[in-house]
């Protein structure tokens, strides 16, 4: 029993159950659900060519005009097919659906709207009104916009990811990669950089955007050999993770590269191309001559193609590794037993007796041998010069100062340089400053640009030991440096005398030994054996 007490003059309230409609509420009410859900009412009178606008919207205050002056708020770009929406609704007398832009504003930021609206007829039946709503909707359209974008850079890495596992040509790759960053970010420039031996500059590997002729040839220093700071490329290295700039010319954190200033470059995002071993291979970057700031999905989809890069190179290195492997089990073979026969044919001409031919010999020998050591525990990869060094002056270390930058040889230069430092050290213990205990050496190298590329200079400086006497005639020792130096490696050898100790610089071209190269066919850029240094 329902014991509830009605007020005998209330109305009873229109429930879904009796009628199927709820009562409609005032005007008023209406008006404070408009005004809550910010949504304004909009009639277009078609015979006066009147519109007329509620408000209700943030910064659009109601008003009256023509359809003209209701036409001109659109965006110019979507006007036409606003246009279309409205036509084909009075045509076909369906409701009117569209989403449009309001006409752009200083500060660039686009304003979304939709409309909704219904087709009033007059007596003759003839569209008379059209009578709608519409409402703020540019906080949606953003959001979906980021979806949109971030499918699209997912599915951007994705493939850049499956071609990366098949191209066996890097530079077709990071072109294709730099033109799909431009066009995914909206930027105009994007840069590869490849960090060069020394470490102390960067090459513009690869990109879009750049004058002509820059690519392959523009260098952006790291700023690692000044004290004035890091240059851009030095800083995202060192920081390990993305930098975003947002006004180039006023950021204080790092020198700005010329290559962006006379591009006019405002605004950007790099990230380092993490490398094996900690050693990075280099910086990726996009960059606009707009004010723009970069967001977290922008640097997320960057930092997932240097990744994409890193990993590519890696491959193709190894690739690379195994192939050189091969060939050399082919050819390092039978050139190994020509060295060390013209090795123990040399040695042989220029010793006095049994006892010294063996002492010369192994010890010439043990060089080679450390030196493939390093290579062949490396699974072949090129060799720190600094090891290297360590390896064969270790006997003397206490004595000796090794300092330079960052730099691996190729299995080749490695080692003809062995046998190069082994004479000259040979050489200092018998009658240099490694003779006496009071003498010094000091082996440091730089990295230099040159005419014909990047070229390893060391320096090799004895202080402290009896007064150098050049011979008249140089011995095989001497013979062997210029050799291995010259004739193998295309490099130079300057020795000076003075009273102070022995001064001697070889120079070395470097390869980038970080980026993988075309490999030469087989019979193509083989190592001269040593037997012809006995033809000399």
Not at 35 to 59: C, E, F, H, Q
Not at 433 to 462: F, I, K, P, Y
Not at 496 to 505: E, I, M, N, V, Y
Request: glycine letters at 10%; a neutral charge.
């Amino acid at each position: 029993m329902n014991s509830a007490v009605h007020d005998p003059h209330e109305q009873p309230a229109s429930r879904a159950g009796d009628t199927g409609q709820l009562e409609f509420p005032d005007l008023d009410s209406v008006r404070i659900a408009l005004d809550a859900g910010r949504i304004g009412v909009w009639l277009w009178d078609i015979k006066s060519n009147t519109v007329r606008w509620s408000g209700n919207v943030d910064g659009i205050p109601p008003s009256t005009g023509t359809f003209a002056s209701f036409q001109k708020d659109i965006h110019p770009e979507d006007q036409p097919e606003v246009m279309a929406a409205i036509q084909e609704s009075l045509r076909s007398g369906k409701p009117y659906h569209v989403h449009y832009r309001l006409a752009p504003r200083s500060d660039g930021d686009d304003r979304w709207f939709e409309a909704v609206a219904s087709v009033i007829s007059g007596e003759d039946g003839k569209p008379a009104r059209l009578l709608g709503i519409c409402r703020d909707v540019t906080d949606r359209q953003k959001l979906l916009r980021e979806l949109r974008v971030r499918a699209k850079q997912q599915e951007t890495v994705a493939r850049l990811g499956e071609h990366a596992l098949t191209e066996t040509d890097l530079q077709k790759l990071f072109d294709e990669t730099a033109s799909t960053i431009a066009e995914i970010l909206d930027v105009e420039f994007v840069k590869i950089l490849e960090l060069v031996p020394g470490d102390a500059e960067l090459l513009l590997r690869a990109g879009c955007g750049w004058r002509e002729g820059l690519i392959g040839t523009a260098h952006e220093s790291t700023g690692r050999d000044t004290h004035g700071g890091y240059a851009l490329g030095g800083y995202a290295l060192a920081s390990g993770g993305p930098v975003i700039i947002l006004d180039l010319k006023s950021d204080t954190r790092f020198d700005a590269p010329a290559l962006l200033l006379e591009h006019g470059i405002n605004s950007g995002v790099s990230v380092p191309i993490a490398g094996r071993d900690g050693r990075a291979y280099g910086v990726l970057g996009a960059h606009t001559a707009r004010r723009r700031r970069f967001g977290e999905y922008d640097v997320a989809f960057l930092s997932a193609i240097a990744t994409i890069i890193a990993g590519a190179i890696q491959r193709r290195q190894s690739d690379q590794r195994h192939e050189l492997m091969i060939r050399e089990l082919r050819h390092r073979s039978g050139n190994l037993f020509a060295q060390l026969l013209a090795l123990f044919s040399q040695t042989a001409r220029n010793s006095r007796n049994l006892p010294e031919l063996i002492t010369k010999y192994e010890a010439r020998v043990l060089a080679l041998a450390n030196a493939h050591r390093l290579i062949t525990e490396g699974g072949w990869r090129s060799t720190s010069i600094a090891d290297l060094l360590r390896v064969l002056l270790a006997p003397y270390l206490e004595r000796v100062t090794i300092a330079g930058p960052e730099v691996y040889l190729e299995p080749d230069p490695s080692f003809a340089l062995s046998s190069a430092v082994h004479e000259l050290a040979t050489n200092a213990s018998k009658y240099g400053s490694l003779s006496g205990v009071a003498g010094r050496l000091d082996v440091n190298w730089t990295v230099n640009r040159t005419e014909t590329g990047l070229a390893l200079a060391l320096h090799w400086s004895e202080r402290g030991g009896p007064a150098p006497k050049r011979a008249r005639k140089s011995g095989f020792g001497s013979r062997l440096i210029e050799m291995v130096i010259q004739r193998q490696l295309n490099g130079q050898v300057e020795r000076t005398f003075s009273p102070k100790g022995l001064d001697a610089r070889l120079i070395l071209p470097l390869t980038h030994e970080r980026w993988p190269q075309p490999m030469a066919q087989d019979g193509e850029g083989e190592t001269a054996p040593m037997a012809s240094f006995g033809q000399t």
